[in-house]
């Protein structure tokens, strides 16, 4: 907080010095009073102040008047100036508990079932603030649910138009997707004219499930297709990407970056009955093989520079939306999950015995454009079957942890299934956050261009969660001009160069959510007035947290480079032969679409 | 015209321009002037087809060099429309129709004599009368916001430059520093006249003392109150006084861009002001170096979509930015954050057609009109149950009796006067009780409504107070922008309590209910158009509690205006058995009883005739059976 200014405010009669640049809400906290809000998001720079859950009475001497706190700035109720913050006062009280009571007589009340029963903020914001039972009853604005697209759900009945979702899409994607329609009371917030998912240009990135307060937005569900998959004998074999783990340990109490869930989740999922429970670290390492491979021959001249890489669905999604011009750019390689998927059901299945058609692949994800990925028909290398059959976010995996009743802190630690893609490097874990694909791709670039190790390993100028970040390096006498990007938004720029033959790069990593898998649209929620035992500016934090997690995954593993991985070697000598061999071509690599369509079409 | 940039060259302009006009009004270039209405009033009644055929009429005879013809704003007078008036004579004429044309031509224009028929006649007096400033509707008003509005063609720049046109921007521009001019308006002590009743002059000083390289003025033409029409009035009838206005308010504190905010439901204001705009531009009344000074500006006019809430001024900048029309919280004011991001002040259309006036005549000639707190004059949309509907300026100060009685002529049928409604949905009504109560923004607001934009609706002992808030409610709801809970949940929650009580299923706690919610609404709501969104309810309740009681404990509707609290009723003492309102009932629902019919001739029994009764388990109280009914055998209870 040093170099800003402060200012006094009086609150309830006491004055406490606050920095000037705060809103009320923000400064009461410091003060320790929680007021409750809904719509607050992003320091009050997002907030629309339309939930009117946090009204407070700023009084002068001429009498009091309720202002939202999540805007109203500290700078404009001094205290020397004759300005009180009133949280108590009867008139704001209960003009916060109206607010929730009114926002719950237009809100379908089936929290039992409801996918957000535990992180539903309207709960307990209707918990704070004392809110009645049924004293505004009426009529309901008419619903409308919306379950075509892959990944997300919306269901306008449980919505309660704070807005943070329209506010989310615009400023991670720059898209805009979601808005406000119609007026008054039928008021809804959707794609425009109240159009599905699957119809609009929407990445399914889930960043508008994870700031929706309620059940209005959720993702996708599939874990019933794993119960079917298991209760037809099929071999279940579940992967895990590496964000998982910096995560899955919130979903069970534990404070953000507390815990490194790695070898509690493999135990889980050993009890949960999976053939094989491997690590989507693996596949990483082998994209990694075969990107950096694809890279040298682009800077050989084989091919277009920059490379863009193509691990993000989110990103995919956008690039064949609005700059599949670039399609010559992106890397064809199949994203780790998928090249896993595929290696699976023909490199294991082999070894194993195993009809690939008896295989069914779950792919534990941070994410929600995933459950699209998985469906793409390119992504379907064995057979014509899907490389990866189903896709469960971080959450349904607590879900269904959860509802096997075991309990995660009784859980013992353990390792990921040894044969065949047992093993993994530090390079895998990192892809879990932005900049973590380049700093893998660079230490093995590295090596193959020069023949000896990177002597720091570690590669510090890519990380960071810095709109862009550019870095150049002389590696054999090339100079090797990078640029790390996350949230559509700020790629948009980098985009536009390339489009416009100015890109001085030869490699971009692109992230569609911000910050990375860390941060996917899949992941545990992070709702500061639910958790309380979390710091007070976790929503500020939370993404170095879970960040550090896995770069401190990559420091104490023994191996840290993708090259060295013995079961990456293992499976090129004894299967593949070396990368972009002609059967890694057809293993690994997909295509993409120019100007595709959504992922309905009007017809359908 | 030649081009206007300097200020000799306006003067010469204006020297000669005011010559002309005076010349035309008073006959002396030897020709009759002939204007005709052209407010959306009259030309919806053909105004527009009156003036062609004038031209052809005359054309046919021949006179065109002796009949000048034009079309001007609104005469405010619009139930008697449409008006034809001449000059020099100063006849009007009233409801004209395209038919009459013939006679004014043949029997006024070349025969000299008046159309008698044409004339207005005072209801009670019952006397014709030829001249417009005779009639008691306009006796008491002062034009200073309609100021050439029905006089100048608002299509011609010469008009306005012959009628005051751009004296005041003169001396603003050439004679005073910025400060001074907003001195000048401080002195005069004008307040917004768009519903808040804001100090236009401190509402400037903000903006003059914020730095940036960008400032804009903002015209709020987003006219939304039901039955409101002062502001497009004034936009058709002297788009250049607003203008000036503007340019004004642009010199005083630093914007050299003006938005013009007007609902695309205007398309003749937009198309006057438009073409006004064009002209001032073509003349150099608009752009760079305005007569020959560092002042610079230009206007841009952008339409609404007919939102009731881009009337809010943060909502109108979210809607001319582009954006949905919501609005913002404030703080930050328009003042210091406005249009896209810029300092901002939103002006009301009438506002900134009152500006000149002050910049023109002084400060001190404004504030010698109206009250202590309330300076010059307020036009008002005069509408509801009362004999003069129309438009009126006049001073702050005037009583609602006056208002009512004296220009509105009373109410119709020599009904009861229950209520005034001011300030459209946002306000609240008035009662008998403050019928002498001299009309300002403060006093509107201690007795419990509001100015707002100037509509008046008024309402007789046939209007049910219930009735009207749920009116309002229902406009309410349908406009609420949907932003914030109290707002939009909050109305229609209220809407939904009342409709209960206009059906006779309300309680008394609904009526405590009703209270407490609106209470909420009023506090809690981001924007003033929540804030006041409960007015109509409270304002009712507060005037007419016994009423509400009535309709909750009686589960009577005392005005017969709530269908399901009121029943239409057939005395069997007075129905002679005509059988017309059985004949003229939709849902067949009045049958013969057994009782005999009233004989229509006393003493003479009408054997078969029988008195009806309604069967009101059928009825779906259309009241057609009433309006039949030549005994007067049919009631409302």
């Known amino acids: ?604 | 015209m030649e081009k206007i940039i300097s200020t000799s060259c306006l003067d010469k302009n204006i020297g000669e321009c005011t010559e002309s006009l005076k010349a035309k009004l008073e006959g002396k270039d030897g020709k009759r002037a002939v204007v005709v209405c052209g407010g959306t009033g009259c030309i919806a009644n053909n105004s527009m087809d009156i003036e062609e055929e004038l031209r052809k009429e005359i054309a046919a005879h021949g006179l065109q060099d002796r009949v000048s013809i034009n079309h001007v704003g609104c005469f405010g007078f619009c139930s008697q429309g449409p008006f034809v008036k001449i000059f020099p004579e100063d006849t009007l004429y009233r409801a004209v129709k395209v038919s009459d044309v013939k006679a004014i031509v043949e029997k006024d224009l070349m025969g000299g004599e008046i159309c008698e028929n044409l004339l207005y006649v005072d209801p009670t007096t019952k006397e014709k009368v030829q001249r417009q400033d005779d009639i008691n509707f306009y006796k008491k008003q002062i034009r200073i916001a309609l100021h050439g509005c029905s006089l100048i063609n608002p299509d011609l720049l010469e008009e306005a430059l012959g009628y005051d046109g751009f004296k005041g921007l003169k001396r603003a521009l050439t004679t005073m520093t910025p400060q001074e001019v907003i001195d000048e308006v401080l002195a005069s002590g004008i307040r917004g006249r768009g519903g808040g009743g804001f100090p236009t002059g401190r509402k400037w000083r903000f903006a003059a003392n914020i730095k940036a390289d960008q400032k804009y003025v903002v015209c709020n033409g987003d006219e939304g109150d039901p039955g409101a029409f002062m502001d497009r009035s004034i936009l058709e009838g002297n788009p250049f006084e607003v203008i000036e206005g503007m340019m004004i308010a642009g010199y005083a504190f630093g914007a050299s861009e003006g938005y013009f905010y007007v609902r695309a439901e205007y398309p003749i204001a937009v198309a006057r002001l438009q073409r006004a705009i064009e002209d001032m531009e073509k003349v150099g009344l608009l752009g760079d170096n305005i007569l020959g000074t560092d002042f610079s500006f230009r206007a841009h006019i952008r339409l609404g979509a007919g939102a009731f809430v881009c009337g809010e001024e943060t909502a109108l900048l979210n809607s001319i930015e582009g954006k949905r029309g919501m609005p913002r919280p404030r703080p930050p004011f328009p003042a210091i954050k406005g249009l896209w991001g810029k300092p901002t002040c939103v002006n009301n259309v009438e506002t900134l057609a009152q500006i000149p006036f002050i910049l023109r005549e002084g400060a001190a000639k404004f504030a010698s009109i109206g009250t202590e707190g309330s300076k010059g004059t307020k036009v008002f949309a005069l509408g509801g149950k009362v004999n003069n509907v129309g438009l009126v300026e006049v001073p702050m100060g005037t009583t609602l009796r006056e208002l009512i009685y004296d220009i509105g002529g009373g109410i119709p049928g020599g009904k009861k006067f229950k209520a005034i409604q001011t300030g459209g949905p946002s306000g609240g009504c008035l009662t008998e009780k403050d019928l002498d109560t001299p009309i300002d923004y403060d006093t509107l607001v201690a007795r419990g409504s509001m100015m707002g934009s100037g509509g008046a609706i008024v309402m007789d002992e046939d209007n049910c107070a219930v009735d009207v808030a749920h009116f309002y409610m229902s406009f309410i709801c349908d406009e609420s922008c949907g932003k914030c809970s109290p707002c939009r949940i909050g109305t229609k929650r209220l809407y939904e309590m009342l409709t209960d009580v206009t059906q006779g299923k309300g309680t008394e706690k609904t009526l405590d209910d009703m209270k407490e919610l609106a209470t909420v609404i009023k506090q809690g709501s981001l924007c003033a158009l929540g804030q006041t969104a409960a007015n109509p309810i409270l304002s009712t309740m507060n005037n007419f509690p016994e009423e509400y009681r009535a309709h909750v404990v009686d589960k009577k509707c005392p005005a017969h205006v709530c269908k399901k609290l009121m029943a239409y009723i057939i005395d069997p003492v007075k129905c002679v058995g005509c059988t017309l309102c059985a004949r003229n009932c939709p849902v067949s629902c009045i049958k013969p009883t057994d009782i005999p019919a009233k004989p229509m001739i006393p003493g003479k029994p009408m054997p078969g005739k029988f008195a009806h009764a309604i069967d009101q388990s059928k009825c779906i109280k259309c009241g057609s059976c009433l309006s039949g009914c030549r005994f007067g055998a049919i009631e409302k209870k």
């Not at chain 1, 002068?60 to 500290?74: E, H, I, K, M, N």
């Not at chain 1, 075509?148 to 306008?156: E, H, Q, V, Y």
């Not at chain 1, 992967?239 to 069970?252: K, L, Y």
């Not at chain 1, 290696?343 to 294991?348: A, D, E, L, Q």
């Open chain 1, 1 to 604: 907080m040093e170099n800003v200014e402060m200012i006094d405010i009086k609150i309830e009669g006491k004055i406490y010095s606050v920095p000037k640049n705060l809103t009320v809400l923000e400064a009461a906290r410091l003060c320790g009073y929680n007021i409750p809000t809904l719509c607050y998001w992003n320091h009050g720079k997002n907030s629309l102040a339309s939930c009117r859950v946090c009204l407070v009475e700023i009084a002068t001497a001429r009498g009091g008047r309720l202002f939202a706190s999540c805007v109203y700035p500290v700078a404009d109720c001094p205290a020397d100036k004759g300005f009180e913050i009133k949280i108590s006062s009867p008139m704001a009280v209960k003009a916060r508990r109206a607010s929730v009571e009114l926002l719950l007589s237009n809100h379908s009340k089936d929290c039992q079932t409801c996918v957000k029963n535990g992180h539903c903020e309207l709960l307990h914001v209707a918990s704070v603030t004392g809110a009645r039972d049924n004293v505004f009853e009426g009529e309901r604005t008419a619903t409308t649910y919306d379950e075509c697209a892959p990944g997300i759900i919306r269901d306008t009945s449980k919505c309660i138009l704070c807005g943070r979702c329209i506010e989310r899409c615009k400023e991670a994607q720059g898209i805009g997707i979601l808005g406000f329609e119609k007026r008054g009371f039928n008021t809804i917030v959707g794609p425009a004219q109240n159009a599905s998912f699957a119809k609009v240009p929407c990445l399914q990135c889930g960043q508008c499930i994870n700031v929706c307060p309620t059940g209005a937005l959720a993702e996708h569900r599939e874990i019933d297709l794993v119960d079917k998959a298991m209760a037809e004998g099929k071999y279940v074999v579940v992967q895990t990407a590496p964000a998982v783990r910096a995560a899955i340990a919130e979903e069970f109490g534990h404070k953000i970056g507390e815990q490194n869930g790695t070898g509690r989740m493999v135990a889980a999922l050993h009890r949960l009955g999976f053939y094989r429970v491997y690590d989507t670290n693996f596949g990483a390492d082998l994209t990694i093989m075969e990107e950096a491979t694809e890279l040298l021959h682009r800077i050989k001249g084989e091919g277009v520079l920059p490379q863009i890489t193509s691990c993000s669905p989110g990103w995919i999604n956008y690039m064949e939306f609005f700059y599949s011009d670039l399609i010559p750019n992106v890397s064809t390689c199949k994203s780790p999950h998928e090249m896993e998927g595929a290696i699976i059901k023909s490199y294991m299945a082999k070894a194993h015995g195993l009809k690939p058609e008896d295989i069914f692949v779950v792919s534990i994800m941070p994410c929600t454009a995933k459950k699209y990925e998985a469906d793409r028909k390119q992504n379907a290398a064995v057979n014509g079957l899907p490389d990866v059959d189903a896709v469960l976010t971080t959450r349904e995996l607590a879900v269904m942890i959860k509802r096997a009743g075991i309990l995660w802190d009784a859980l013992p630690e353990e390792e990921f299934d040894q044969d065949l893609l047992g093993q993994y490097t530090g390079a895998g874990a990192i892809f879990g956050v932005t900049g973590g694909v380049m700093e893998a791709a660079l230490r093995t670039a590295y090596h193959a261009l020069t023949g000896e190790e990177y002597g720091p390993i570690e590669f510090h100028e890519v990380r960071g969660l810095e709109a862009v970040k550019e870095a150049s390096f002389n590696i054999a006498g090339k100079e090797i001009k990078v640029a790390v990007t996350s949230g559509m938004k700020n790629a948009k720029a980098l985009l536009d160069d390339i489009r416009a033959g100015k890109s001085e790069y030869a490699f971009i990593e692109i992230m569609c959510c911000p910050g990375g898998c860390i941060n996917g649209g899949g992941q545990p929620f992070v709702k500061p007035s639910i958790q309380t035992n979390e710091d007070p500016d976790i929503l500020d934090t939370y993404r170095q947290k879970r960040a550090k997690v896995l770069y401190d995954i990559d420091k104490g593993l023994p191996v840290r480079q993708s090259h060295n991985n013995p079961d990456i070697i293992k499976l090129y000598k004894d299967f593949l032969g070396e990368p972009c061999s002609e059967l890694a071509e057809e293993l690994l690599h997909t295509t993409y679409v120019k100007d595709r369509p959504c992922y309905i079409k009007d017809e359908d």
